[in-house]
């Protein structure tokens, strides 16, 4: 079956670096995907990695891909209280079908 | 519009009533996609559109459930004899084919706040 799983929580300093980590069970997964959730607002697509990538880096946001363990992973570097959000990791085995998305981590940002 | 829009923004129904719900996607998208978030939950997948070909609808979890759409715009979910555990905001996104852009990127509109009483 597909499963996306996140933690729930994740609080860091302003100015720190971020990870969020995610696991997926689906061998087939070929493309990988963060949404990020702010308060009041829609869902909107943070960065994605394709499944053959091991690595992916914009900006202030390195994703990290180990295929192997089935895990992904967002590091959002000098993080600042704009960061604050839910951050969904999610998958799906191509680009016309559907995706499967984890419960999500709200990030929050102490000073 | 510019973005994928979805009316009402809130709907508040008693127990046992049917309800719909509509989704506008971005013009020229082929591919349209219905979610359930419960709150504090993430994701829920209900319904995938792809231009003509059947609906995938696997993520649907009772025959309350079902949706439509008309060739590659409008799209209503329906659910019929409401209950309370219905209650959740039902977000709708929609894609372009991929030969107008990435087929991948999901837009999202706001949301239906469905709240059964």
């Known amino acids: 079956g597909e499963d996306v799983e996140q933690s729930l929580f994740l609080s860091v300093r302003e100015g720190d670096s971020s990870v969020i980590n995610c696991t997926y069970t689906d061998s087939s997964s070929t493309y990988l995907y963060w949404y990020k959730q702010e308060p009041g607002a829609g869902l909107q697509l943070l960065t994605y990695i394709f499944s053959n990538m091991d690595m992916k880096q914009d900006q202030r946001l390195t994703v990290l891909l180990n295929k192997k363990d089935k895990h992904l992973s967002l590091r959002i570097a000098d993080t600042q209280t704009g960061d604050s959000a839910i951050y969904f990791c999610?998958?799906?085995?191509?680009?016309?079908?559907?995706?499967?998305f984890g419960s999500g981590t709200r990030l929050s940002i102490r000073p | 519009g510019a973005g994928v829009s979805q009316s009402p923004s809130n709907k508040v129904t008693e127990k046992g009533k049917d309800v719909e719900l509509r989704c506008d996607p971005i013009?020229?998208?082929?591919?349209l996609y219905w979610y359930r978030q419960r709150l504090g939950q993430g994701l829920e997948f209900l319904i995938y559109f792809q231009g003509n070909s059947a609906p995938d609808k696997s993520g649907l979890p009772s025959d309350r459930f079902s949706a439509e759409r008309t060739g590659e715009s409008v799209s209503t979910l329906t659910i019929q004899r409401t209950q309370q555990e219905d209650s959740a905001v039902y977000l709708c996104?929609?894609?372009?084919?991929?030969?107008?852009?990435?087929?991948?990127?999901?837009?999202f509109g706001p949301g239906t706040r469905l709240t059964v009483t």
């Open positions: 999610a998958e799906s085995r191509s680009s016309a079908s559907k995706i499967i």
């Open positions: 013009s020229g998208h082929t591919a």
């Open positions: 996104a929609s894609s372009p084919s991929g030969t107008s852009g990435p087929s991948y990127e999901q837009y």
